[in-house]
Nanobody, 127 residues
Framework: QVQLVESGGGLVQAGGSLRLSCAAS????????MGWFRQAPGKEREFAAA????????RYGDSVKGRFTISRDNAKNTVYLQMNSLKPEDTAVYYC????????????????????WGQGTQVTVSS
């Protein structure tokens, strides 16, 4: 099993940047596909980005493509989400998620395919 703890959320003006981090416990982090999802008030949890266990492949939701970058450091058991050119509609609770997927190269966008979740971190973008 793996436990996930997000950090890095906060309040930022539109056009600004934030970097979220997700620290994972456990010795098998390098075998987990990791994802970032977000949930705004009154809306369903939405896929933002995913990265393969080896870090080679990534996938993005249409609403963040070109502005957000997911990366990971397996030596540090951490996955990151660099968010640039933030917009007020990016305001949401951001969740880190993981699934044991080695050696698959799939990058699921469905939240129900992820087994492990962090507690979330709030990102608020002011206009």
């Amino acid at each position: 099993q793996v436990q996930l703890v997000e950090s890095g959320g906060g309040l930022v003006q539109a056009g600004g940047s934030l970097r979220l981090s997700c620290a994972a416990s456990g010795r098998t982090f390098s075998r987990y596909t990791m994802g970032w999802f977000r949930q705004a008030p009154g809306k369903e949890r939405e896929f933002a980005a995913a990265i393969m266990w080896g870090g080679g492949n990534t996938r993005y939701g249409d609403s963040v493509k070109g502005r957000f970058t997911i990366s990971r450091d397996n030596a540090k058991n951490t996955v990151y989400l660099q968010m640039n050119s933030l917009k007020p509609e990016d305001t949401a609770v951001y969740y880190c998620a993981g699934r044991m997927d080695y050696p698959s190269t799939r990058l699921p966008v469905d939240r129900f395919e992820y087994n492990y979740w962090g507690q979330g971190t709030q990102v608020t973008v002011s206009s």
